[in-house]
């Protein structure tokens, strides 16, 4: 009970109310398809998709097809969740190994979720411009910073995501997330 209690909270200081809702029921819970979600979480049917992505996002749930009905059962790891108490660990040990650039690029990872490599480094490479036109330099430091973690594996890839024309398709179905690369 304690656990799910710390577990809400982190949710709730990280995605807001709704995300933390949906947590603490499948929580509580276990795996359940979107339908009964949305019943029993008296949240719209769109704001329940949206924590769930959210949720997906961040690799905190995951969901398996259920055999007896034609939907997903989504299922949350709340081991996942307390990862979030040691964000500042992972940064501060990504700043020791790998100084500022793997900093930086565990950061905005911690943050996405997940993350495609060349957006990463796009993003990397702007916060550690300051002002110089040595943009090239600086997107080299920090592609290879990358390559170096995912070659120590601190980061590993994952699947693409589904398209926002696939997700309109069937809407009571999420697809898995998946091509980025995530911090593990």
């Not at 749930?61 to 059962?73: E, F, K, Q, V």
């Not at 709340?78 to 900093?103: Q, T, V």
């Not at 910073?145 to 693409?160: D, G, P, S, Y």
């Not at 926002?164 to 009571?172: C, G, Q, S």
Request: include cysteine; proline fraction near 4%.
């Amino acid at each position: 009970m304690e656990r799910t209690r710390l577990c809400g909270l982190i949710l709730r200081e990280n995605f807001g109310d709704p995300v933390e809702q949906v947590g603490i029921y499948l929580m509580k819970n276990g795996a359940r398809p979107l339908f009964s979600i949305v019943r029993d979480c008296k949240y719209d049917r769109s704001t329940v998709q949206k924590c769930l992505r959210s949720l997906l996002q961040h690799q905190l749930i995951w969901h398996a097809p259920n055999r007896s009905a034609a939907c997903n059962l989504y299922e949350i790891d709340m081991n996942k969740i307390l990862w979030f108490s040691r964000y500042s660990k992972f940064i501060y040990l990504a700043k020791m190994h790998f100084d500022d650039p793997g900093e930086l690029i565990v950061e905005n990872l911690l943050l996405q979720g997940q993350n495609v490599m060349s957006n990463c480094v796009q993003v990397v490479s702007e916060k550690l411009d300051d002002g110089t036109k040595d943009e090239t330099g600086i997107g080299e430091v920090v592609m290879k910073t990358f390559q170096n973690m995912v070659e120590a594996k601190l980061l590993q890839r994952v699947q693409l995501p589904a398209t926002d024309l696939e997700i309109e398709v069937n809407k009571y179905v999420l697809p898995p997330i998946g091509g980025h690369c995530c911090l593990y």
